[in-house]
């Protein structure tokens, strides 16, 4: 059977599916944001990854506020830490609290933990394994529970850069990537509260038979290529962050099902592929800040091809040597990403402080009007304070959009 003809679709198409596929260009409700309006955004996007860093807000919790508006986190905290769970945590792009449906399709992952996991916590298990029998026994008798609740007395090392955990958390931290524990809810320290699968996730989820690797593939494909609307081989790969060997089998079988149609994209040096339901909408409109880690922008290359947009997450490099700032959000405008802002939410002095603004050239190197840009973002930036409650916004007129933001929130 010969292979279809791909599509051919435009830069300005692509992105517009990509939009739609992701939830945006949605109108957003007057009344208030509940539960259903949650699960829609669960159902479209499939995961929202964790970031401890809360400059601003943790990751978690950007993506509804990006495509819904102001709503009351406690909905997410709901979703992810309380029967009827929508959500659990455990390793999707990254670490996320992903549709709970899609629980039984990671079990591969689980099981791949005895030979993939990281060498640390592997190690804890090899050469302490009587501590590890102990720790999933404590869990068992009294979780939920965190780490420190179940720590005796032992050195954490503290000689190197990054997480300096104990061997009780390491033997935490191999039981839940293993799924033999997982997290039923994080405190306020953002400590995961460990407990059984079985007394956290609902009983239909772990009564489901484990699939097939190659079925399980295939559904988190598909997952994918419904959230992306279009995207390469690497696209649908980091998605989910699935192996590549497996990623390739499973697309073409998606592909000789029909369900993934062939298409080359204006510009793109790979060959893409259009979910066979992916809505095509002839114009977006949409304004939104977009978290680093929400999934519009999961893959850089696809950002950088469809938006015109090199984003490089700067936390980890030196003040001096950052470009744009610390932790940059883009936004959202109908169809581009026109500027970026670094933010940072003091709550001491009750305002979101603006580090600094840029624009963004977008696709076609020509950028977006300013005052349209400015405009734009002094009220997402206002809607975005009033969400976190804070007072107002406040700008320090850094970055080629600074000045004119600073002027355009003057007049507040």
């Known amino acids: 059977m010969l292979s279809p003809r791909p599509q051919r679709l435009s830069q300005a198409s692509a992105r517009r ?39 601003v807000t943790r990751a978690q919790f950007m993506p509804l506020f990006s495509r819904l508006g102001p709503y009351d986190p406690a909905l997410l905290e709901r979703a992810a830490h309380r029967a009827p769970r929508r959500l659990f945590e455990f390793w999707g792009h990254a670490a996320s609290l992903i549709d ?22 592997v190690r804890v298990r090899d050469e302490h394994p009587a501590l590890v029998e102990r720790v999933l026994a404590e869990v068992a008798s009294r979780g939920p529970v965190t780490a420190r609740q179940i720590e005796h007395d032992e050195q954490i090392v503290r000689d190197s850069w990054g997480w300096n955990w104990s061997a009780v958390k390491t033997a935490l931290e191999w039981l839940l990537a293993s799924g033999q524990i997982t997290s039923a809810s994080r405190n306020s320290q953002f400590e995961r509260r460990y407990a059984l699968p079985e007394r956290v996730l609902p009983a239909d989820v772990t009564a489901r038979a484990t699939p097939d690797r190659p079925d399980a593939m295939r559904d988190l494909i598909r997952r994918a290529a419904a959230a992306l609307g279009v995207g390469s081989l690497v696209c649908l790969r980091d998605y989910f962050r699935t192996p590549v060997a497996d990623t390739r089998v499973a697309v073409d ?8 149609l062939p298409v080359t994209v204006d510009g793109w040096a790979r060959p893409a592929w259009l979910w066979h339901e992916a809505r095509r909408p002839r114009r977006i409109e949409a304004t939104a800040l977009v978290s680093p880690f929400d999934s519009l922008i999961f893959e850089r290359a696809r950002l950088q091809a469809l938006f015109g947009v090199d984003y490089k997450i700067e936390i980890y490099v030196p003040e001096a040597k950052r470009r744009f700032g610390y932790y940059t959000y883009c936004l959202l405008a109908d169809e581009s990403i026109t500027a970026r802002v670094d933010l940072k939410a003091d709550r001491a002095a009750g305002v979101l402080r603006v580090q600094s603004a840029w624009r963004d050239p977008g696709p076609d190197g020509v950028g977006a009007d300013d005052l349209r840009t400015v405009t734009l973002l002094r009220r997402e930036l206002m809607i975005m304070a009033t969400w976190l409650g804070l007072a107002g916004v406040v700008a320090t007129g850094r970055g080629d959009l600074g000045p004119a933001l600073t002027s355009v929130l003057a007049r507040d």
């Open 100 to 121: 709970v449906r899609l629980q039984p399709e990671l079990r591969w992952r689980m099981a791949a933990a005895e030979s993939e996991a990281w060498a640390g916590i």
């Open 17 to 55: 599916i990509a939009l739609a596929a992701q939830g945006f260009g949605r109108r957003r409700d007057d009344r208030p944001v509940g539960m259903r309006d949650v699960q829609r955004v669960i159902n479209t996007v499939a995961q929202f990854q964790i970031d401890s860093i809360n400059v």
């Open 253 to 260: 079988e998606l592909a000789d099902s029909g369900e993934l």
